[in-house]
């Protein structure tokens, strides 16, 4: 005996007609869903119901409930069975809807560990670049890792070893830069594609470290503004609540040039409104992909500039 697994069932034949048939529900979530399970190799109740048989299948996927070889060939049409192709259609596009979550999650994931190592590289960098700069300012003034390429010591071995060992170094700093503005542009292309709108209104480095604390785009877009507003500050939050110390009002967001550059008293008021915009910005990359950055930018503008006017009366 054979058994065969379609869109719509499951099917116990023999070489002259269907022995037994397990037919799955007629709704496009439960197709879907067995769908689902096939393509990740995953074996189906429905296909375990005929484990007693011991049939001759043909995919690696069913080897628990049968033996591998040639299946004959069967003719097995949906219509028959009273399954529609609209009905196949919807489950698809599920099936499809599924799949490129998964994707855009995994790809989440991995920029993730993009910001990760490029707050690595900055740190290693940083520190390679103060060492280089002061074992070279014995020789000379430090410009750039041209300078250190073409230094020359003159005298022994001693000193020959330690020119390698500089230019080495200024190799080291080369290469890790290369390796920030690869990083850097990997991060930047990722963003435009996984949260366009939210890129837009606060750059590619602020809406890859808010999507790296949030877990997803989903969950950002989830999130209230003012929880947003403190993403990157939960240091502090908790400080705060342990030993009363004073509140945060802004976590990555600070990053923003917005806020960086304001008076500080304005920076609460200028978080709070970038926190909001993001807030619709994520919803709109999470739910509807429309692009409404011009909007929010806008908006942005519009406000701060309102804001800054408060600022003006206030103190006039």
């Given at each position: 005996m054979y058994l065969k697994t379609r869109w719509f069932g499951v099917f116990?034949?023999?070489?002259?007609?269907?022995?037994?048939?397990?037919?799955?529900?007629?709704?496009?979530?439960?197709?879907?869903?067995?769908?689902?399970?096939?393509?990740?190799?995953?074996?189906?109740?429905?296909?375990?119901?005929?484990?007693?048989?011991?049939?001759?299948?043909?995919?690696?996927?069913?080897?628990?409930?049968?033996?591998?070889g040639k299946v004959k060939d069967i003719e097995l049409k949906a219509v028959d069975y009273g399954y529609s192709l609209a009905l196949l259609k919807d489950a698809c596009i599920k099936l499809a809807e599924k799949k490129i979550k998964e994707k855009e999650e995994k790809r989440e994931n991995r920029?993730?560990?993009?910001?990760?190592?490029?707050?690595?590289?900055?740190k290693i960098e940083n520190i390679v670049g103060e060492r280089l700069s002061d074992w070279y300012g014995f020789f000379g003034?430090?410009?750039?890792?041209?300078d250190v390429l073409n230094l020359k010591i003159n005298g022994e071995e001693i000193d020959r070893m330690e020119e390698e060992t500089i230019k080495k170094l200024a190799e080291i700093l080369s290469n890790l830069r290369e390796a920030r503005?690869?990083?850097?542009?990997?991060?930047?292309?990722?963003?435009?594609e996984i949260a366009p709108n939210v890129t837009g209104v606060v750059g590619y480095k602020i809406a890859a470290r808010l999507l790296m604390a949030a877990g997803s785009i989903e969950r950002?877009?989830?999130?209230?503004?003012?929880?947003?507003?403190?993403?990157?500050?939960?240091?502090?939050?908790?400080?705060?609540?342990?030993?009363?110390?004073?509140?945060?009002?802004?976590?990555?967001?600070?990053?923003?040039?917005?806020?960086?550059?304001?008076?500080?008293?304005?920076?609460?008021?200028?978080?709070?409104?970038?926190?909001?915009?993001?807030?619709?910005?994520?919803?709109?990359?999470?739910?509807?992909?429309?692009?409404i950055v011009d909007t929010l930018v806008k908006e942005v503008e519009k406000r701060y500039d309102e804001i800054m006017r408060e600022k003006e009366k206030k103190y006039i």
């Open positions: 116990l034949y023999d070489d002259e007609k269907i022995i037994e048939a397990k037919l799955f529900p007629k709704d496009a979530d439960e197709i879907f869903l067995r769908l689902y399970k096939i393509q990740n190799g995953e074996l189906l109740d429905e296909e375990k119901e005929f484990k007693k048989y011991e049939p001759v299948v043909d995919e690696k996927r069913l080897r628990q409930i049968g033996k591998i920029i993730s560990q993009a910001i990760n190592a490029l707050d690595e590289i900055i003034e430090y410009e750039s890792e041209r503005k690869k990083l850097e542009k990997y991060i930047e292309k990722a963003m435009e950002l877009a989830s999130m209230p503004a003012g929880t947003i507003q403190l993403l990157g500050a939960e240091k502090a939050l908790f400080r705060h609540l342990k030993d009363g110390s004073k509140p945060p009002k802004h976590g990555y967001i600070f990053m923003h040039e917005l806020v960086r550059k304001a008076p500080k008293g304005k920076r609460g008021k200028i978080a709070r409104l970038l926190a909001t915009k993001i807030s619709i910005a994520a919803k709109a990359d999470a739910f509807t992909h429309n692009n």
